[in-house]
């Protein structure tokens, strides 16, 4: 959690609209970040607080200064706005400062630039009332205004990373980086966003998926920049820092299926070699391809090793939530069977190397080829370094496997005493 700092410039006749029925309890708070953005806030601030008053919302406007110097929080704490100083830099801790201090029972998130349409507020409002845990807009159905998004945005940033966000985690969301969203304030609790930059936008939705919270969607407009300096968006080094965020959240498309890829094609690389040399078109396939198709293999369990052990620290970290799949395959798939498993191929291998040794000898007196020598030893060698993966694998996968014990065991007990 960001460091926060929650100015005392509030005026309460301002600092929040209450609703026809006169309740001072607050049912939306408007979540702005800011940074140096004097020339845009004070026309956001009462846009939005002219709209929750047109609406009858019993609301309040927060400003999440992340270390303005032209006078940004002045502005804003002039116009009715409650200021939060947020020290530590970036999108995601801005957001998150102002989350924060948030007094409502929703919280909807807004730019300061003038690019989201402020008077569609309500219909975020009217879908979390409906009992939706995550209202994301959507800039492609609602619209994109002439020079409202760079091209490369437009045609490239957003469709791909979008794209890769549904194949990835099988969302519905249409627009992942859209910065207007409405959530309720339990669900934000629920998601336990950790990101601090730009990538905060998709690790919202990619939690929101995860955990399996109803997501709805507003058509919404995209509005041209209303400042005359460049945005604080910088387009490839955020757009990695998405895709990197999407890939690490992914154990399955980064490490899994590439290894079962490679485990595949490497098996059946030595199924087709082992026996004997393969000629196809002229060209011959021998032992130094079975060479690179036992490394396939090596590499493959490398990668889905990775992919188990990723799943389970994120698992146990909070990050990811509990996989009922992989809770079952643990029930299976003990160290000790790990152990077992990797001592047959240890113990193959060794019986390999010394029919390798006695072959070498043979050979010498020409009683057998060189080339099947050559295959008893790979497939040796194979054998004990897969087998001394295996065994160390599993006791990795089991040390990372204790502090998820652990807490399931302290979670059980606490039930049971309860």
Same mark, same amino acid.
């Given at each position: 959690m960001p460091k926060v700092k929650v100015e005392r410039w509030e005026v309460e006749s301002n600092a929040?609209?209450?609703?026809?029925?006169?309740?001072?309890?607050?049912? *939306?708070?408007?979540?702005?970040p800011c940074l140096n953005e004097s020339q845009t806030v004070a026309k956001r601030v009462r846009q939005a607080l002219e709209v929750l008053r047109g609406a009858g919302v019993a609301g309040e406007v927060i400003v999440a200064d992340n270390g303005s110097t032209d006078g940004s929080a002045e502005i804003a704490k002039t116009e009715g706005a409650r200021v939060v100083r947020v020290e530590e830099k970036g999108?995601?801790?801005?957001?998150?400062?102002?989350?924060?201090?948030?007094?409502?029972?929703?919280?909807?998130?807004?730019?300061?630039?003038?690019?989201?349409?402020?008077?569609?507020?309500?219909?975020?409002?009217?879908?979390?009332?409906?009992?939706?845990?995550?209202?994301?807009?959507?800039?492609?159905?609602?619209?994109?205004?002439?020079?409202?998004?760079p091209f490369l945005h437009q045609y490239l940033g957003n469709p791909v990373l979008t794209g890769l966000g549904r194949l990835f985690f099988k969302s519905r969301c249409g627009d992942f980086h859209c910065?207007?969203?409405?959530f309720s304030l339990g669900s934000y609790q629920r998601m336990d966003v950790r990101s601090t930059g730009m990538e905060f936008a998709s690790e919202m939705v990619v939690k929101a998926?995860?955990?399996?919270?109803?997501?709805?969607?507003?058509?919404t407009t995209q509005l041209p920049d209303g400042r005359d300096r460049p945005p604080h968006l910088r387009t490839w080094q955020d757009g990695w820092r998405h895709?990197?965020?999407?890939?690490?959240?992914s154990p399955r498309w980064l490490f899994l299926y590439p290894g079962c890829a490679l485990i595949v094609l490497g098996a059946a690389g030595c199924a087709w070699l082992l026996p004997q040399p393969r000629v196809i078109g002229g060209l011959e396939f021998d032992v130094r391809t079975l060479v690179y198709a036992f490394a396939a293999v090596l590499l493959g369990f490398q990668f889905v090793a990775f992919a188990v052990f990723t799943k389970v620290f994120a698992i146990s970290e909070g990050l990811l939530p509990d996989d009922p799949r992989l809770?079952?395959?643990?029930?299976?798939?003990?160290?000790?069977?790990?152990?077992?498993?990797?001592?047959?191929?240890?113990?193959?291998?060794?019986?390999?190397?010394?029919?390798?040794?006695?072959?070498?000898?043979?050979?010498?007196?020409?009683?057998?080829?060189?080339?099947?020598?050559?295959?008893?030893?790979?497939?040796?060698?194979?054998?004990?370094?897969?087998?001394?993966?295996?065994?160390c694998?599993?006791?990795?996968?089991?040390?990372?496997? *204790?502090?998820?014990?652990?807490?399931?065991?302290?979670?059980s007990t606490a039930v049971k005493e309860q």
């Amino acid at each position: 959690m960001p460091k926060v700092k929650v100015e005392r410039w509030e005026v309460e006749s301002n600092a929040y609209c209450r609703s026809e029925a006169g309740s001072g309890e607050i049912e *939306l708070s408007v979540v702005i970040p800011c940074l140096n953005e004097s020339q845009t806030v004070a026309k956001r601030v009462r846009q939005a607080l002219e709209v929750l008053r047109g609406a009858g919302v019993a609301g309040e406007v927060i400003v999440a200064d992340n270390g303005s110097t032209d006078g940004s929080a002045e502005i804003a704490k002039t116009e009715g706005a409650r200021v939060v100083r947020v020290e530590e830099k970036g999108y995601g801790s801005a957001v998150m400062g102002g989350i924060a201090v948030a007094r409502g029972e929703y919280v909807l998130m807004a730019d300061a630039d003038e690019s989201h349409d402020l008077t569609h507020i309500p219909r975020f409002l009217a879908e979390l009332r409906s009992g939706q845990d995550l209202v994301m807009g959507n800039r492609f159905r609602g619209g994109i205004e002439k020079g409202a998004m760079p091209f490369l945005h437009q045609y490239l940033g957003n469709p791909v990373l979008t794209g890769l966000g549904r194949l990835f985690f099988k969302s519905r969301c249409g627009d992942f980086h859209c910065g207007m969203r409405g959530f309720s304030l339990g669900s934000y609790q629920r998601m336990d966003v950790r990101s601090t930059g730009m990538e905060f936008a998709s690790e919202m939705v990619v939690k929101a998926t995860l955990l399996r919270m109803k997501i709805s969607e507003i058509p919404t407009t995209q509005l041209p920049d209303g400042r005359d300096r460049p945005p604080h968006l910088r387009t490839w080094q955020d757009g990695w820092r998405h895709l990197r965020f999407l890939l690490m959240y992914s154990p399955r498309w980064l490490f899994l299926y590439p290894g079962c890829a490679l485990i595949v094609l490497g098996a059946a690389g030595c199924a087709w070699l082992l026996p004997q040399p393969r000629v196809i078109g002229g060209l011959e396939f021998d032992v130094r391809t079975l060479v690179y198709a036992f490394a396939a293999v090596l590499l493959g369990f490398q990668f889905v090793a990775f992919a188990v052990f990723t799943k389970v620290f994120a698992i146990s970290e909070g990050l990811l939530p509990d996989d009922p799949r992989l809770t079952r395959a643990f029930r299976y798939i003990t160290l000790e069977v790990g152990l077992a498993a990797g001592g047959v191929l240890v113990a193959l291998g060794i019986v390999g190397t010394v029919f390798t040794g006695l072959g070498w000898a043979k050979e010498e007196l020409g009683l057998v080829s060189l080339d099947r020598v050559l295959r008893v030893a790979l497939s040796s060698v194979f054998s004990l370094t897969l087998g001394v993966q295996v065994i160390c694998s599993s006791f990795f996968l089991s040390i990372l496997g *204790l502090r998820r014990r652990s807490i399931s065991g302290l979670i059980s007990t606490a039930v049971k005493e309860q």
